[in-house]
């Protein structure tokens, strides 16, 4: 696997898309710019692995990249949600 600055860039704007639709959609706020891209990449890596199974491979490209990590990452935040302790009283 070779890292192009391009491609790392690209990973960088599809996790934070990926993120802050997620955080947004199901969190109802984001995580942060930081947050957001790592929960969209490691999103992206659960949603190609999901998509995988699926039957589907071959190259998504840009826009196809970014709904797998969002559904990646939807399903990374509910698992969050599942496993963290409740915050209670921080406001």
Partial sequence: ????PGGIIAWLVVGLIAGFLAGHFVEGEGFGVVGDIVVGIIGAVIGGFIVSLL?????????????????????????????????????
């Fill in 1 to 4: 696997m070779v890292l192009a």
């Fill in 55 to 91: 039957g589907f491979s071959g190259v998504a490209g840009f826009w196809g990249s970014i709904v797998v990590a969002f559904i990646g990452a939807v399903i990374l935040t509910l698992l969050l949600h599942a496993l963290a302790p409740r915050r209670v009283g921080t406001y």
